[in-house]
């Protein structure tokens, strides 16, 4: 593995985005769970998810909190 692979993938285990606010996350997690097409109302998080690692990994847990919620399983 080359320098420059090592340096980028060095970057971006320590690199947090933040384009994506949790409140654009909480809404489009709200779309999807009320079945609402989040990429039709959305499409320019959507894309954004579709290249960013660290935005998905966020949007995946909010996700996963808001159905546990859903189903009564957070106090």
Partial sequence: MDKETLA????????????LSEEVLARYAELEIAGQEPRRHLPKVGAHLDEC??????????????????????P
Wanted: aromatic share 8%; charged share 40%; hydrophobic share 35%.
């Fill in 53 to 74: 690692p660290d935005c998905t990994r966020r949007y995946e847990e909010l996700l996963a909190l808001l159905r546990a919620e859903r189903r009564g399983e957070v």
């Fill in 8 to 19: 980028r993938m060095f970057r971006d285990v320590f690199t947090v985005c933040t384009t």
